[in-house]
């Protein structure tokens, strides 16, 4: 990308905030003019860290470094990428606008392991040229490190860690871009009992931190609705016994709490065993590798999450085109440009240790292209938007806010 274009495009961390775009309002209103008002609303008139930093005018040591930190291979690399293509565009519009302060984006390859993230965290944690993590991008492995970025006083901004425990353990350098499962779980609870107006449901997880935890919210959501419950291995080939279990019940709805891979190998499943139920799953399953498992078992599932749909906010979406030709916005990376933006601000305000970008943390408050970001004692940003997308003729689309 030539550098005029990119320093244009430095700008969209102010001005995005004005576009009428699906993605740029985060509460419970679906209407383009609902949008368009709270987007002007939020989206004021001071001078900005970012806005000085799309002027230019930003000051660092060389070296100054973020970092992300998941999975980038593995059954939910895809995930992983997305979220390091947001921050990458963030850091590449900076640093084109910047000259005299170029950051460099570090990675840590996690495969979203809580086993392997540690000593990652450790590396981490050694480089004293990283001042922020975008990440950890999974609760499982959020909840193995966050203690020990804790410790370090190394802050993390989540783009995708939708676990509504991770809150509640004192650290004070956790920060979440999107709203948690304490949302997302009554918003799947909503959308079954109102959109689908299922009367039996049938629910299953993977066992894991994050999908455990949302199924588990949905249960205790739908009561006396759960017909069959089950839970599988997401490392196993089969999944018969689940299988086995709903086909007997014969629900009208299945929510599965766990990642794309396993859930595109249980609906193709289902499906072969002549599960008719509709299919329901949360964030983890929002990507194309699901339609990639399940082929055509994975027409009409709905799947739900915080997350906005980026690629429905033009302007974000020319810039991302432009920094990755061909491609459009995916899951979370417009979480991660958010995430990665606040960081670059507290950068450009001058913020050269951990302490300082902490600090700086605790007071940001500005428009991002998803909503606006601002956390709250416990590191929870504004906003408790949950979004439903159904996969229509091989696509994930979106379909709009859950009401």
């Known amino acids: 990308m030539k550098k005029t274009r990119l320093v244009r495009a430095a ?11 699906a ?14 008002a709270a987007a002007e609303e939020t989206a004021t008139a001071d001078t900005t860290a970012a806005a000085e930093a799309a002027a230019g005018g930003a000051t660092c040591a060389e070296g100054t470094s973020i970092a992300f930190f998941g999975a980038l291979s593995g059954d939910a690399g895809n995930l992983g990428q997305n979220i390091k293509k947001g921050a990458e565009l963030a850091v590449a519009q900076f640093n084109a606008a910047n000259a005299g302060c170029q950051v460099t984006l570090k990675d840590f390859d996690s495969q979203g392991s809580p086993d392997q993230a540690p000593a990652l965290a450790t590396q981490a944690i050694e480089d004293a040229t990283i001042l922020g993590i975008v990440g950890p991008a999974f609760s499982g492995e959020s ?17 995708s860690a939708t676990n509504e425990a991770l809150n509640d353990n004192g650290w004070k350098i956790f920060h979440r871009a999107l709203a948690g499962d304490d949302k997302q779980g009554p918003g799947i609870v909503a959308y079954i009992q109102n959109t689908l107006a299922a009367e039996t449901v049938g629910v299953i997880d993977d066992a894991s931190e994050y999908g455990k935890g949302l199924a588990d919210i949905v ?7 759960v017909v069959a419950s089950d839970a599988i291995d997401p490392a196993a080939a089969d999944f018969s016994a689940a299988v086995s ?13 766990g990642y794309y891979a396993e859930a595109g190998k249980l609906a193709k499943q289902l499906r072969d065993a002549g599960v008719e139920s509709t299919l329901v799953f949360g964030d983890g399953v929002k990507d194309v590798g699901y339609i990639e498992a399940a082929g055509p078992a994975a027409e009409g599932s709905i799947i739900t999450c915080t997350c906005a749909d980026g690629g429905s906010n033009a302007d974000f979406a020319a810039a991302y085109g432009k920094q990755f030709p ?5 899951t979370y990376a417009a979480e991660a440009y958010d995430a990665a933006n ?19 943390l605790g007071t940001y408050d500005a428009a991002g ?30 379909e709009g806010l859950i009401g």
């Open 11 to 21: 700008a969209l961390a102010v001005s995005l905030a004005f576009v009428a775009a």
């Open 23 to 36: 993605c740029g309002d985060d509460n419970d209103s679906g209407s383009t003019d609902d949008t368009t």
């Open 143 to 159: 909840k193995a490190v966050n203690p020990l970025f804790d410790e370090a006083g190394l802050a993390i901004i989540t783009p």
């Open 219 to 225: 249960r205790e959501g739908l009561g006396d609705k």
């Open 245 to 257: 279990k709903m086909k007997e019940a014969a629900p009208a709805a299945i929510f599965y709490g």
């Open 326 to 330: 061909g491609e459009t916005p995916q």
């Open 342 to 360: 606040a960081f670059l601000a507290a950068i450009a305000s001058g913020a050269a240790d951990r302490a300082a970008v902490l600090a700086f």
């Open 369 to 398: 292209v998803t909503k606006q970001i601002k956390w709250d004692e416990t590191g929870e940003v504004a906003g408790n938007a949950v979004y439903s997308y159904k996969v229509e003729g091989g696509a994930i689309k979106v």
